[in-house]
């Protein structure tokens, strides 16, 4: 299986700053199939980013996604304060599908 | 807008078999039956997020491999739900279990908000 390691496991930024995560995966994903995702307590998952660097609908074009092959990142341009939230990425190319630890974005 | 939402026992004791329910509103699983690709993903405490299996076409599975040997998946298109049945479970099966849409690029487009199940005695 695909084993997907996002660092740093925390990161504490401010409102206004730029955040960049990162995903690598233990063997090369093909670029279609990498999403980002969004996670809130009590709430639902929320699809950020497909195809590595697609927005999904109604995401601000704050969220951008970049990479390639075992390396991929989500950036959060300008950060808002309903930004700080878990982060998970995900390879859905190879079955079985696998998911990143997350990254917790959380206020400085 | 595809809203879906878990229910289940949240308290399942050791060797017996957890089932949960997905209902899907705001659209139609038979409608959408030839497109979409329904999944349940769990996640234990202070673990990452594990993806367990997914139907298709009402016939169609595919499960983890760790899991496989417990898992059974089915959709109820009368009802608009697609349900997961995991048995002989043990404390390691306390998660939160989610249930997703696979949209037609691949990713999890519409989840719902999570159910907790506990395994205890």
């Known amino acids: 299986e695909t084993v997907m390691t996002q660092s740093p496991d925390t990161l504490s930024l401010s409102p206004g700053e730029r955040a960049t995560l990162s995903c690598r995966a233990s063997q090369s994903v093909s670029s279609t199939y990498l999403a980002w995702y969004q996670r809130k307590p009590g709430q639902a998952p929320r699809l950020l980013i497909y195809?590595?660097?697609s927005r999904a609908t109604g995401i601000p074009d704050r969220f951008s996604g970049s990479g390639s092959g075992t390396d991929f990142t989500l950036t959060i341009s300008r950060l808002e304060p309903e930004d700080f939230a878990v982060y998970y990425c995900?390879?859905?190319?190879?079955?079985?599908?696998?998911f990143g630890q997350g990254t917790k974005l959380e206020i400085k | 807008q595809v809203q879906l939402q878990e229910s289940g026992p949240g308290l399942v004791k050791p060797s017996e078999t957890l089932s949960l329910t997905c209902n899907v509103s705001?659209?139609?699983?038979?409608?959408?039956?030839?497109?979409?690709?329904w999944n349940w993903i769990r996640q234990p405490p202070g673990k990452g997020l594990e993806w367990i299996g997914y139907i298709y076409k009402s016939v169609t599975t595919n499960y983890n491999p760790s899991l496989k040997s417990r898992v059974t998946m089915s959709v109820d298109t009368s009802r608009n739900q697609f349900s997961l049945k995991l048995n002989s479970v043990t404390a390691a099966d306390t998660a939160v279990y989610y249930c997703a849409r696979k949209g037609l690029g691949g990713s999890f487009d519409f989840w719902g908000q999570g159910t907790l199940v506990t395994v205890s005695s």
């Open positions: 995900q390879q859905y190319g190879t079955s079985p599908y696998t």
């Open positions: 705001g659209g139609s699983i038979s409608g959408s039956i030839s497109n979409y690709y």
């Open positions: 195809g590595t660097s």
